[in-house]
C-alpha cells in the first residue's frame, strides 16, 4: 500500500492494489485529487477521523446503461406517475440524506461532513451530479449522486430512498440518461445485492480500466 504525498499529486497504476482493492492512503480531497483519482478508476472511502484511503477493487461491478433491469412493478410503478424526476436540482440535500441511511455492518457513515464538502465542491465545480426523486407533496423522497470520470465512465458514489423504491426510480432513470449521453459504463464499485437486481454485473479490473484508456 503506497502513501501519497502532500504535495505532489499522483497515484500507483492500480494493479498494485491488495486483495481487498485498498491502493494507496493520505493525500487531501482537492477537486485536483479527486478528479485525478476518478480519471485513473480510483476513489477514497473511509472512516471519520481515518486517514484518507483510496480503492481500486478487482473485480468491479459495474452497469452497462442499456443493461439496466427494470422490474414488472417497477414498470407498474413508473407508469403511475407519482413522482418527479430532476437532474442536479438539489445536490447538497442529495448527498446530506444519503449520509444519513444506515449501512449493513457499519455503525457509522462513510459520508462525514470533510466527503460531503468535497464532492459539494466537485459539483460546483461541474464534475459530479446528483438525480432527486420528489413525490407530489414535493418532497425529496430518493435519489443518488455520482462523478463523471471521463466521457466514457460515470461513477455512481451512493444513494437513498426515503419512499420505497426511489432509490431505484432514481438509478434507473440514471441508467437511461448515461445512454443519452453515450457513456459506455456505470461504476457501481463493488458488489451488493441490490446494485445486481438492477443488472449490475463484476468485471475484471483489467477491463474496466480500458474504459480509461
Request: hydrophobic share 40%.
Amino acid at each position: 500500500m503506497f502513501q501519497l504525498s502532500d504535495v505532489h499529486i499522483e497515484f500507483p497504476p492500480v494493479h498494485y492494489a491488495n486483495s481487498e482493492g485498498l491502493l494507496a492512503f493520505g493525500g487531501d480531497l482537492s477537486i485536483e485529487r479527486l478528479l485525478i483519482a476518478y480519471r485513473q478508476g480510483i476513489f477514497p472511502w473511509y472512516n471519520e477521523n481515518d486517514l484518507i484511503l483510496w480503492w481500486a477493487p478487482d473485480p468491479r461491478m459495474v452497469l452497462y446503461p442499456s443493461s439496466v433491469k427494470i422490474s414488472k412493478s417497477m414498470r407498474a410503478l413508473i407508469r403511475k406517475n407519482l413522482y418527479e424526476i430532476t437532474v442536479n436540482q438539489a445536490f447538497d440535500e442529495v448527498i446530506e440524506a444519503c449520509a444519513k441511511v444506515k449501512r449493513k455492518d457499519q455503525e457509522d457513515t462513510w459520508l462525514h461532513p470533510d466527503m460531503q464538502k468535497a464532492y459539494k465542491k466537485l459539483h460546483k465545480a461541474g464534475h459530479a451530479f446528483s438525480v432527486e426523486v420528489w413525490n407530489k407533496q414535493k418532497e425529496l423522497v430518493g435519489g443518488l449522486y455520482g462523478v463523471k470520470s471521463n466521457n466514457q465512465v460515470w461513477s455512481g458514489e451512493s444513494m437513498f430512498h426515503i419512499e420505497p423504491n426511489t432509490s431505484k426510480l432514481a438509478f434507473i432513470y440514471l441508467a437511461q440518461w448515461a445512454e443519452k449521453e453515450k457513456v459506455k459504463i456505470i461504476d457501481c464499485q463493488i458488489y451488493t445485492d441490490h446494485l445486481a437486481s438492477l443488472g449490475a454485473i463484476e468485471i475484471e479490473r483489467v477491463d474496466f480500466m480500458k474504459y480509461f484508456e
